[in-house]
């Protein structure tokens, strides 16, 4: 009867297209290990210049104990050069359906572009979804030292699966995505083995998160903010998201689950400030965990930055790099940081205006 099971699942596997790795006590923690491939279906601006596997692999959550994540693995068809960067992706949402790797619809065309531009170098790219995005958990949005691990955690999920890809990787990110670039950098010399960090580009990276989301409540942002306080939710036991809300944002929070980000920008949008928080005030037990776990920068990145930031960017505003972020980094840590502006660009489009510059600066890392 066993090895008519055995049959059975192969005869399913090669149907399917499902490579199932090897399991065992050996690998039943190790950040990176791949438990399963497939065969994605990839945009056709991408499918027509890379190859794509999408993988649930093995990554560890805040606090370091085992998880499971999903992403993708890009390897270009031609000009491959055994270098990987690993890829960030901005705000999708809080739901399964809002997982880049198997929701098209939510792997944005900014995304496209700056991954073509990637692709086109030769490199192999690892695109994680982020943890509670494809798998069990929630998504612990926005905290930085949870979609870190997953981006670190992807790259070596791809050496397992391409064992000529060097060691040596660059980490490049938009948006939430910008943000867990800078906190994998941090994280990398206590997390990353032996892995070789070479570079982190970030692209209007979100930083000084307690100090924007007083000035969210009655814009048009408010649900980033509804967002973020479930992302801290994941993450910290003592916080309860209804504890701020108000009672017409706590009536809509099921589109959390119903809807990925243009969905909840919608369904937020309308309310006033006292009808998002209560009283109209986000109060200091938001702020100070803002503090803690989103913004980067509390601690050294470990290899050069690049930060992109678009002057007219509508969701994470120029200041908080131009005036904040960089200027923070640059007088705290002994780290190269390089600033480029986009004139005129949006939060989006500093992403495809930017394309080239950052895969230039990348190429300057790799040795």
């Known amino acids: 009867m066993k090895m008519i099971s055995r049959l059975i699942l192969a005869a399913l596997i090669a149907v399917c297209g499902v490579t199932v790795a090897p399991a065992g006590p050996a690998f039943a923690t190790v950040p990176g290990h791949v438990l399963s491939s497939t065969t994605a279906s990839l945009p056709p601006t991408l499918s027509a210049i890379a190859d794509g596997k999408r993988i649930h692999y093995l990554t560890t959550d805040i606090n370091g104990a085992p998880i499971t994540a999903t992403g993708l693995v890009l390897t270009p068809k031609t000009g491959k050069t055994n270098r990987v960067v690993a890829w960030g992706h901005g705000t999708t949402g809080l739901a399964d359906i809002c997982a880049p790797s198997t929701n098209q619809?939510?792997?944005?065309?900014?995304?496209?572009?700056?991954?073509?531009?990637?692709?086109?170098?030769?490199?192999?790219?690892?695109?994680?979804?982020?943890?509670?995005?494809?798998?069990?958990?929630?998504?612990?949005?926005?905290?930085?030292?949870?979609?870190?691990?997953?981006?670190?955690?992807?790259?070596?999920?791809?050496?397992?699966?391409?064992?000529?890809?060097?060691?040596?990787?660059?980490?490049?990110?938009?948006?939430?995505?910008?943000?867990a670039a800078l906190w994998a950098s941090q994280i990398a010399p206590a997390y990353d083995g032996s892995l070789v960090l070479r570079g982190t580009a970030s692209i209007a990276p979100l930083s000084n998160a307690d100090l924007?989301?007083?000035?969210?409540?009655?814009?048009?942002?408010?649900g980033y903010l509804v967002m973020a306080l479930y992302g801290i939710a994941a993450v910290d036991n003592s916080f309860h998201p209804f504890s701020v809300l108000a009672a017409p944002a706590e009536a809509k929070v099921g589109v959390l689950q119903t809807g990925c980000l243009y969905e909840i920008l919608a369904a937020y949008q309308p309310l006033t400030a006292k009808q998002l928080v209560n009283g109209g005030v986000v109060p200091a037990s938001v702020t100070n965990r803002f503090r803690t776990y989103i913004n980067p920068g509390r601690t050294s990145p470990s290899a050069p930055v690049l930060i992109v930031h678009g002057t007219a960017d509508e969701a994470v505003p120029y200041f908080l790099s131009a005036d904040l972020l960089v200027p923070q980094?640059?007088?705290?840590?002994?780290?190269?940081?390089?600033?480029?502006?986009?004139?005129g660009g949006t939060h989006d489009s500093a992403v495809i205006e930017s394309a080239d510059l950052v895969a230039d600066w990348i190429a300057a890392r790799f040795t």
């Open 212 to 222: 924007l989301a007083p000035e969210i409540p009655g814009t048009a942002a408010q």
């Open 105 to 179: 619809a939510v792997f944005w065309e900014e995304a496209r572009i700056a991954v073509a531009e990637l692709l086109s170098r030769g490199w192999t790219v690892a695109a994680p979804d982020y943890p509670g995005l494809g798998t069990p958990q929630p998504h612990p949005y926005l905290v930085g030292a949870s979609a870190a691990r997953s981006l670190i955690d992807n790259v070596r999920a791809a050496r397992q699966l391409d064992a000529a890809l060097s060691t040596q990787y660059a980490v490049d990110g938009h948006s939430q995505g910008g943000s």
């Open 329 to 343: 980094l640059e007088a705290d840590y002994d780290i190269p940081v390089q600033f480029e502006t986009i004139e």
